[in-house]
């Protein structure tokens, strides 16, 4: 119960520092949080501040001497502001991973790269930075991370998520399609975006690129991932339930068959999504290489609620005896 009083405490004084911030500086929420945010990993107020908004904040910042703040506190916290921040937002659900999606994409990474004595990981979608920090949690081994955004504002929020929570994360502030200055990686993590993408040029160099007018984006972006993943490595993809139902789905279908081999599905309960078009699951992927085979049986999950704690206990049972077996017929 402490931990929750800390997540509350810290987010209400994100909060309230934000709320000065904008009032006094007539900024948007998520760029005053960010500014919020800036000031908390420095402890001291921002040069720029004028001398009324310099002593206000002055004063916020003694009240945090006070806290005992812990990483996994301040990624709650800082998650509850930013959702705060989005609400009334058209995309919202292209911004943020839920917190229990993000945590079961942890597990699976944790899983898959079991055994292995360092890691490369890259999140090429990271928006706020919600899924890669708390993938980066999970993880055993050392891990050199990488992460891209093409958003001004959701990039500098994760980049001061990354640095709050000490997890050095390396950004790159582009179009996610555009080729990346990034050696191929063992794990990327990736809650894709689902809707169309509007440049049919850049288009045009993917496999997966529709036939005529714009493609998916999800489709570009999980190809864009395959590339920068390393032979014999995983991806482990947030998607949208319907993208293997879509009217551009044949070709995904051999995109895969040919590039990767599906290790498993996990679907989400419904009761994680505000309504079924927003229904998302858990895809795992491995790209294809010399010595790598399809498991004889996929991992096929339907999740159940979140909040049923004895039927999670009892998945989350089966599913270890699943990784068991797949890495013992799966040694890399």
Same mark, same amino acid.
């Given at each position: ?32 949080? !960010? ?11 921002? #040069? ?24 996994? &506190?301040? /990624? ?25 999606? #993000? ?98 040029? /850049?288009?045009?160099?993917? !496999? ?14 999980? %190809?864009?991932? +395959? ?42 309960? %419904? ?13 795992? +992927? ?10 004889? =049986?996929?991992? +096929?999950? =339907? ?7 004895? !039927? ?12 068991? &077996? ?7």
């Amino acid at each position: 119960m402490e931990g929750a009083n800390q997540v509350e405490r810290l987010f209400e004084w994100l909060d309230q520092t934000t709320n000065l911030i904008q009032q006094h500086e007539d900024l948007p929420y998520l760029d005053s949080l !960010a500014y919020t945010m800036d000031m908390l990993f420095h402890r001291e107020v921002p #040069a720029e501040a004028d001398d009324i908004l310099s002593q206000k904040l002055g004063n916020t910042l003694k009240d945090i001497d006070s806290f005992e703040l812990k990483t996994d &506190d301040i /990624r709650k916290a800082v998650q509850l502001a930013i959702l705060k921040g989005m609400q009334g937002s058209t995309q919202q659900q292209h911004l943020m991973t839920p917190d229990t999606v #993000a945590l079961l994409a942890g597990y699976l990474a944790e899983k898959l790269t079991q055994g292995k004595e360092s890691l490369r990981v890259f999140d090429p979608v990271s928006g706020t930075g919600n899924l890669i920090t708390t993938v980066l949690g999970q993880l055993k081994q050392p891990t050199e991370a990488y992460a891209g955004e093409v958003d001004a504002t959701l990039i500098k929020l994760a980049v001061l998520n990354a640095n709050l929570q000490q997890k050095p994360v390396e950004f790159f502030h582009q179009d996610s399609l555009r080729p990346f200055l990034l050696d191929p990686v063992d794990l990327i993590v990736a809650d894709l975006p689902v809707g169309y993408y509007p440049d049919d040029l /850049r288009a045009s160099d993917f !496999a997966l690129k529709a036939d005529e007018g714009h493609s998916y984006a999800h489709h570009l972006l999980l %190809e864009q991932s +395959l590339n920068y993943t390393a032979a014999g490595g995983y991806l482990v993809l947030v998607i949208p339930e319907s993208l293997f139902n879509s009217d551009q789905s044949d070709k995904l279908h051999r995109y895969l068959q040919e590039n990767a081999h599906i290790v498993g599905v996990l679907q989400l309960p %419904e009761s994680a999504f505000k309504s079924d078009k927003n229904r998302k699951s858990l895809l795992i +992927l491995q790209k294809q290489g010399e010595a790598t085979s399809a498991p004889k =049986q996929p991992l +096929l999950v =339907q999740m159940p609620s979140f909040k049923n704690a004895h !039927a999670m206990q009892d998945i989350m049972a089966q599913m270890n005896s699943w990784f068991a &077996d797949y890495k013992a017929k799966h040694n890399d």
